[in-house]
């Protein structure tokens, strides 16, 4: 079992930042492929971005690519989501995920929530204009 608790997220102005943080407990970190998906009102829960186990390589929605980066820090048990350039059409609630151990993905794979097997509670992120 992997315990995921996210923080970090909070009101801001269109064009702000935001970082936001996931602890992980449970078995070890550093195995797992990290996610962060969204959930905007009145909408499905959608892929936002991920990174493998090393932190190799990192996959981006085309939605927030160039504004936001994924990280980890497996020392550390974290995984971070720096966001910035915000928009009102990124407001949602964000959930951190974690996935296969070990695995690497093709650049344009098709990420689905049936690909993470741990989800934390999310923290919600609002965009004001």
């Known amino acids: 079992q992997v315990q995921l608790v996210e923080s970090g997220g909070g009101l801001v102005q269109v064009g702000g930042s935001l970082r936001l943080s996931c602890a992980a407990s449970g078995r070890t970190f550093g195995g797992y492929t990290m996610g962060w998906f969204r959930q905007a009102p009145g909408k499905e829960r959608e892929f936002v971005t991920a990174?493998?186990?090393?932190?190799?390589?990192?996959y981006y929605a085309d939605s927030v690519k160039g504004r936001f980066t994924i990280s980890r820090d497996n020392a550390k048990n974290t995984v971070y989501l720096q966001m910035n350039s915000l928009k009102p059409e990124d407001t949602a609630i964000y959930y951190c995920t974690a996935g296969r151990r070990y695995t690497y993905y093709r650049s344009n794979y098709n990420w689905r929530e049936e690909d993470f097997d741990y989800w934390g509670q999310g923290t919600q992120v609002t965009v004001s204009s």
């Open positions: 990174i493998t186990w090393d932190g190799g390589r990192t």
